[in-house]
Nanobody, 111 residues
Framework: QVQLVESGGGLVQPGGSLRLSCAAS????????INWYRQAPGKERELVAA???????NYANSVKGRFTCSRDNAKNTVYLQMNSVEPEDTAVYYC?????WGQGTQVTVSS
């Protein structure tokens, strides 16, 4: 079993930055691909970014060039650096591995 805990959400102005963290339990973290999803009100959950055990990343077109996913295996933590945020980035952000999900962290982009 894997437990995931997101943090770092909050209110940010358009054009600003925010860094989300996802802390995972377990000693197999380093071999896991970790996914970041988000779900806006009234919309389906969508995959935003993914990072493999080797550090390779993939991003949704909507965030490519603005968001960066990284990991620190020593800390069992994955990060999502969000730059140049837009109101459309407002959502609850979740990290995911296999069938396990965190509780989510709210990101609100508003002036």
């Amino acid at each position: 079993q894997v437990q995931l805990v997101e943090s770092g959400g909050g209110l940010v102005q358009p054009g600003g930055s925010l860094r989300l963290s996802c802390a995972a339990s377990g000693n197999i973290f380093s071999i896991l691909t970790i996914n970041w999803y988000r779900q806006a009100p009234g919309k389906e959950r969508e995959l935003v970014a993914a990072i493999t055990s080797g550090g390779s990343t993939n991003y949704a077109n909507s965030v490519k060039g603005r968001f960066t996913c990284s990991r620190d295996n020593a800390k069992n933590t994955v990060y999502l650096q969000m730059n140049s945020v837009e109101p459309e980035d407002t959502a609850v952000y979740y990290c995911n591995v296999w069938s396990f999900w965190g509780q989510g962290t709210q990101v609100t982009v508003s002036s």
